[in-house]
């Protein structure tokens, strides 16, 4: 499957910062979702954005659906020690299509 | 809420053996999905399901079969275990339809020695 390109790699965070992260792909995505994923343990769904210019907010996290639909980002405000962990795009390229492409991910990490 | 359980979250088991992993979604969704994940390479897709009987071919699944024998069960089969199988393998299930949206089950760690 295509690879979307998710950045940045790794992010160290404080306590109350608000973090930033996003992925492009040089196709047209149908759909996106950001997943994350806690250590040892499987991915869990955030946001789905299933339409160009979507913004879309789950407590402090907000996603938006970039309007050329190849591109979307994750923003995590004021954000606590629980919110470590790796954090995965993924997206749908056709209605049709059953599979999703991943991200690499983004390594979130307290900052000492 | 939607449940997806995997049979065993930590394998181990010896070069040569027949493995099987389990998977099963209780919300009477059409797809389902295998995966394994390793580092700095994301999660790769072996093979996934639509229906009962049917599956196809995802990105690596080489060394791999499935079993779809019923809606609520995908079971991920090495038939001959080698140690480059060695990861964290994820099922994951979705609906079916426009915008579908897969949830993961908690990973199995497969140790292959």
């Known amino acids: 499957g295509q690879q979307l390109n998710q950045s940045p790699q790794s992010m160290f965070i404080q306590e109350g910062e608000d973090v930033s992260m996003n992925c492009t792909s040089s196709?047209?995505?149908?759909?996106w979702l950001w997943y994350k994923q806690d250590p040892g343990e499987g991915p869990v769904l955030l946001i789905a954005?299933?339409?160009?210019?979507e913004l879309t907010s789950n407590g402090r996290l907000t996603a938006q659906f970039g309007i050329t639909r190849k591109d979307s980002f994750l923003n995590i405000s004021a954000s606590i020690p629980s919110d470590v962990g790796i954090y995965f795009c993924?997206?749908?390229?056709?209605?049709?299509?059953?599979?999703?492409?991943f991200g690499a991910g983004t390594t979130v990490t307290v900052r000492a | 809420d939607v449940k997806v359980t995997q049979s065993s979250r930590y394998l181990v088991k010896r070069t040569g053996e027949k493995v099987f992993l389990e998977c099963v979604q209780d919300?009477?969704?059409?797809?389902m999905f295998w995966y394994r994940q390793d580092p700095g390479l994301g999660l790769r897709l072996i093979y996934f399901?639509?229906?009962?009987?049917?599956?196809e071919k995802g990105d690596i699944p080489e060394g791999y079969s499935v079993s779809r024998e019923k809606k609520e069960r995908f079971s991920l089969i090495l038939e001959s275990a080698s140690t480059n199988q060695t990861s964290m393998y994820l099922c994951?299930?979705?609906?079916?339809?426009?915008?579908?949206?897969?949830?993961f089950g908690p990973g199995t760690r497969l140790t292959v020695l």
């Open positions: 994951a299930s979705s609906p079916g339809g426009r915008g579908d949206t897969q949830y």
């Open positions: 196709s047209i995505f149908n759909t």
């Open positions: 954005l299933y339409k160009a210019g």
């Open positions: 993924a997206g749908q390229l056709g209605s049709n299509d059953y599979k999703l492409s």
């Open positions: 919300m009477d969704h059409e797809n």
């Open positions: 399901s639509y229906d009962v009987k049917m599956k």
